[in-house]
Every structure is written in structure tokens, then in C-alpha cells.
């Protein structure tokens, strides 16, 4: 299998590459499980390549046809396009964010349908492809109705990864996921950010600042099971998906003041005083217009499975991610 | 009011041109009526002009860009974007659906949005967007699932129509229109061409071919109807509708045979012999997926009216497009 990861010096692309060179194999669109002999790691930024001689990283923007010409030959049996431009920064470049989100993701799509190969494509897509009058628990029926820039680029992503399927040109399958909580390193420009920062920044000594109401409500995956559903998202038969390739991945549902009670049973109730609240209306409109759970039951019958509480998300951040005697 | 309308030679085009040019007036983004100085009609082929000095045609294609540049300036205060490659066409030539359907409404929504103006903009879109396992009486809450290329396109325009309103790039207004019937002169690529032909061609003495079966459920609006809600779309205040920009027309739910029973009705029951039945899969699977009935109830609150029955809109056919002493 020759994999191809695009963002693959990002947060999730870094973490899939790892995962996908422990675990050594995937399955082709024949349903043969075959061994991993190379992993492209394209990204504008350098990635990181692990010292193993199946990793191989490119430098590029995935904007460029040029580049996607020679990163994706009818060798490529599998691509996991995570290349993105994240919310806040779509929200506030209009024009780059419909660069990469939306034509790069068709470009590359392009690319596959004239090798006419048919690579198996796992497309990340997002909570925000909805929004406006949403019901308690969001069902694989609800309407989208993205309210930010990269919500719709993302809605229009899973319009034309559904339609590229169906039409036979790739094998897509797009995952909704959640917002990803604990990020580890920096804040960054998603407007889901500070939901990482809140139990990270004090967990590293830091101050957090929550721009939202406490009893806001979020819908959170870890990165540990994100990536196990990436992979898992990968392996399933095309059969086992019906008239369309989407798959909202299973969340927990919990309101900002849980997290920090969360925090507080796993690491010590002093680190509370760590969060400064100060509200951000074009934050709370962004991600207050997100679902605050969705219908889990399609993704556990395919065998995609989340996390059980979010204390163990806690947990996990804490063994996964924090340096050694930092929590203070 | 400079009024653009793309595809303005077109079934629908001419017909809207025909009764802006009645009415006089429109109104404009802050609700003032105004005149109608100028519709531009513009289309790949020839439109009729009607003789009226208020009317320019232009020959060109929407999807270049310098033609776009052209036609549209600050002083286009309305545009109605009907031009697109038909569902048969657009499924059997991807690319020509991708660079019509989907490239030209977007260079089209960003030649305004450079310009900065805002004009009220009305997209068609269709029952093409919706497909897959529906319920009996598609909702405005229910999610999208085109099942043909020209669907996802149709979709993805509204994806960007919301999110260039909700922007404040231009001032969008989404009609789904309903299978239009009774379309008349000659059969078209769309794959939902039959439809007007079970009325029309025995109408003409000519034969009808019928690819679906007898007891598929259709969900029609009258060419007159259909103008009247396009016209109505466009003065509806933007404030009058809500987080997203896209109403569903109202439509009367019908069954071939019901069609036919009306024909029969209204004409004779000797018309339907010349309906010949011959199953087609392509047009079974495009046409039979998509809704057979829709809530009219968001539209009817906003003033947007339909039809009463499906006689009615046989005699409007006759009325209205039936050469004299045709019937035979
Ligand atoms: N992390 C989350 O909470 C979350 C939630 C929903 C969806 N997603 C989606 O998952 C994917 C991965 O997310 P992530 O958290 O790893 O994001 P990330 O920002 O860490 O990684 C994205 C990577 O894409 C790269 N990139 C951006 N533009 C590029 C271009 N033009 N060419 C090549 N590379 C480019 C960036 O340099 C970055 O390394 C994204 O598609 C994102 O939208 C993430
Ligand atoms: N008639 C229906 O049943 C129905 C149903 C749902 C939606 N619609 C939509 O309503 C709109 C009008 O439909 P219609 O029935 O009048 O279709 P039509 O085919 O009669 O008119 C479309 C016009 O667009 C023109 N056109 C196509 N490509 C062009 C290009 N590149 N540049 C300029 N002009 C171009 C064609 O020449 C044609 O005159 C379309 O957007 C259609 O998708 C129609």
C-alpha cells in the first residue's frame, strides 16, 4: 500500500503516520489486507518523518496541480486528505480558505478520476457543517446549514467526495468529526481552539481564557480514538456504506463546566483558577452554533467507537502528551 | 433595476423576462420598488428580445470569466441565475456539469462579491438535491443526499449562495423548484424530460414515451406558478428568511397515472393511447429518487404559491402554450 497523507506535518496527519507504521498493514479497495511500503507526508510545513525508511515527506501546497501531479500516480492506493485551512483562519481569509478547502480537495479529487485508478480517500469533515435551529441530538437525516466559511467548504468537500464515489472515480469516505480535545502544543487559529486550551494550558502551568459560557455544550472526541476511526473509517467495505460515503464519528456530550470538573477529579481542583473567562462573540456565534451531540448509533453498527468519558480523555492527554512532572 | 437573467433564452428565462417586462417593477435590496431600466439576457444561444427597448441580449458562456466581467457591474441590482446544463446532461458529461453548474455560479457570486454591491441574486436549485432513503413528505429539516451529479452541483450552489449572503457578499435567494410541467416545444437532456412530454406530446398528436412506472410520484409546479415564486423570491425581504437562504417551492404531489387520468379529463381519454411505456433504469433511478412531495409550509408563510391541481395545469397548457386547434 502506498498512503498518502496530505496536512501530514499537522496534528492528526503526524499521529496517523505514527499509528499507520505500528500497526504495518491496511486494506485495499479489494478488501486484501496488504502491507504499508510507503507513507507521503505532504504538507506546507516540513513534517516530521520518524527515521523510517517506509515515511517519505514532501513539502508542497496542495493548492499547487502541479504538485498534486506528482505526489498521486496510480501507485497511491490510499489518501487521508487532512489538509486544511482550520474555522477562525477560513472565517477570516475568505479567499484561502476557499483555495485549499474547496479547491485543492477537488483538484486532488481531479487527479485521482483522470488516473482512474480509484484510490480509497478518507476526507476529515467536521461539526461545523451544521448549524442554525439544530435538534438536541443531531441525526445522520438534519439538514446541514454551515454557518462559518469552513463549514460550508467542508459540506461542499462531502458533496464532492459522495458524488466522485457514486460515479465510481475514488472509494470516499467522509468522517464528521467532532472538535478534538486534548490538542496538544499551541493554540491555533480554529475557533474550537480554546476547547483544548482549557485543560492543556492549565495542565502546563498556563492560564486558559474560555470565551464561552460555561454551560456551553461540546462535542468532543480524543485524539487517541480519532485516529483509531480514521483508520477504521479506512477499513470498512465500500458495500458496508449506503447511498452516501458519510459518517458522523461518535462524540461525548459535555458542557464546558463539566470539562472543568473533569479536570479538577483528574488533576487537582487548584488548576480551576487557571481559567480567565472572558467571552468572544464571533467564537460563541462559531462554535455555539455547533451540535452538542449527534445519532452515534451508524458509526458503533460500523465499529467506529469513541471515548467513554471525558475524564479518561483527561487521562489520555496526560500519558499521551504532557512532558513528565509538568503538572503542577 | 438592471436586471441580469443567465440563461435568459432558456425555457424559463424568456418566460420571466416576458412577465418582468409586464410588471414594470422590482424591488430593490432596501426594499424600495423601483423600475426596471434594462434584463439582460444572456445565454449561449440567441434569446428573443422581444422587441422591448429595455431589453439587451448578449451571446456567451457564463463560464468566462471575462464575459462575467462584462455583464455584471454595480449597476446590476438583480440577477437571476438560471443557467445550467440540464440533470441527463450533466450526468452524462462531468465536466461540462462541474464548469457550468458549479464553476460559473461560483465565478459569478465572486465577480460580485469583488464588485462589493450586493445585488439580490435567485438561484435555481431542485428536487435533484435530495435522494436516498426520504420520507414520504421531504422536510425543509431534512438532510441532502443528491444521488445525481447535477444534484450535488445544484447543492453546492446553495452551499455557497448561503455562505456568500450570510458574508454579506451578495443578497441570495435559493428557490427549489419542483419538476416544471408543462414545459412545451421539444424534449430536453433532462433526465425528468418525460414529464412534460406525457401531457404535451399527445397534446400535439404526436407519441409519449413513459420510462418509469405508472404509480411514480411526481412533484410538479406550472411553468406560470413557477415564474410568479421566482418573481415572488426575489422581492421577499432578506430579514423574512433565516439562517440560511434556500425555500423549498411549493409543489403538487402527483402519480403518473394520475397525470394521465387528468389528461384524460381535460382532453379526452383517446389522448392516452398515445403514451407508449418503455422503462428506462438511468431516468427510473434519477427521477424516482427524488421527493414525491415536500412541506410547502415555510413557502406558503412567505406569500409563495403553487398550483391547485394538476387539471388546472393541463389547462394552463393548453391555454398558454397550444398552438390554436392543436388538439386532436
Ligand atoms: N482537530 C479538530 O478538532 C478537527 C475537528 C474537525 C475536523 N478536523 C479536520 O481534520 C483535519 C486535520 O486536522 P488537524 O487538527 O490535524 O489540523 P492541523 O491544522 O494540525 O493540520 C492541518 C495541516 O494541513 C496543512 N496544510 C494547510 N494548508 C495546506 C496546503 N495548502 N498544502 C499542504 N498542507 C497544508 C497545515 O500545514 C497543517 O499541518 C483537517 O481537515 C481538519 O479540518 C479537525
Ligand atoms: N425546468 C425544470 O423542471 C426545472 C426544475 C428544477 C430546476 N430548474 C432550474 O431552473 C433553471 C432554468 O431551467 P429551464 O427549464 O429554463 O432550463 P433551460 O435548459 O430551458 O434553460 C437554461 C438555459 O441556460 C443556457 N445555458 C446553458 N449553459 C450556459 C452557459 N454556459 N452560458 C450561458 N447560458 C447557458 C441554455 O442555453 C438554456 O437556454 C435551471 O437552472 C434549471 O436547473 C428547472
Excluded at 153 to 178: C, H, M, T, W
Excluded at 304 to 328: C, H, K, M, Q
Amino acid at each position: 500500500m502506498n498512503v498518502m497523507i496530505t496536512g501530514g506535518a499537522g496534528f492528526l496527519g503526524q499521529r496517523l503516520a505514527r499509528r499507520l507504521l505500528e500497526l504495518g498493514y491496511l486494506t485495499d479497495s479489494n478488501g486484501s489486507k496488504r502491507a504499508i511500503d510507503r507513507i507521503l507526508l505532504v504538507d506546507v510545513v516540513p513534517a516530521h518523518d520518524f527515521g523510517d525508511p517506509r515515511v517519505v515527506t514532501v513539502a508542497g501546497d496542495i493548492a499547487d496541480a502541479a504538485l498534486l501531479h506528482d505526489v498521486i500516480d496510480t501507485q497511491t492506493t490510499s489518501i487521508f486528505h487532512l489538509a486544511a485551512v482550520v474555522s477562525g483562519q477560513a472565517e477570516a481569509d475568505f479567499e484561502l480558505g476557499m483555495r485549499i478547502n474547496l479547491d485543492a480537495s477537488r483538484q486532488l479529487l481531479d487527479r485521482c478520476r483522470r488516473l482512474g485508478h480509484r484510490p480509497k480517500i478518507v476526507f476529515t469533515s467536521s461539526v461545523a457543517v451544521y448549524g442554525g435551529q439544530l435538534p438536541a441530538i443531531v441525526q445522520d437525516s438534519t439538514a446541514l446549514n454551515p454557518q462559518s466559511s469552513y463549514g460550508m467548504q467542508k459540506a461542499i468537500g462531502e458533496l464532492l467526495l459522495n458524488d466522485y464515489s457514486r460515479k465510481g472515480f475514488v472509494d470516499g469516505r467522509v468522517l464528521r468529526l467532532p472538535t478534538i480535545c486534548v490538542r496538544p502544543g499551541k493554540p491555533n487559529k480554529a475557533a474550537s481552539s480554546f476547547v483544548s486550551g482549557l485543560i492543556r494550558e492549565p495542565l502546563n502551568g498556563k492560564e486558559a481564557v474560555c470565551p464561552v459560557a460555561p454551560d456551553t455544550r461540546l462535542w468532543l472526541l480524543s485524539p487517541r480514538s480519532a485516529i483509531e476511526c480514521l483508520i477504521a473509517g479506512h477499513e470498512l467495505a465500500a458495500a458496508s456504506l449506503g447511498s452516501n460515503r458519510i459518517v458522523n464519528l461518535p462524540g461525548i456530550s459535555v458542557k464546558v463546566e463539566d470539562m472543568l470538573a473533569a479536570l479538577a477529579r483528574v488533576a487537582g481542583p487548584e488548576l480551576i483558577k487557571r481559567i480567565r473567562w472572558e467571552r468572544d462573540p464571533m467564537v460563541e456565534r462559531i462554535v455555539g452554533g455547533w451540535p452538542g451531540a449527534w445519532n452515534v448509533a451508524a458509526a458503533h453498527a460500523l465499529g467506529l467507537l469513541g471515548d467513554t468519558d471525558f475524564d479518561s480523555i483527561v487521562r489520555a492527554y496526560i500519558e499521551d502528551d504532557l512532558e513528565p512532572n509538568t503538572v503542577s
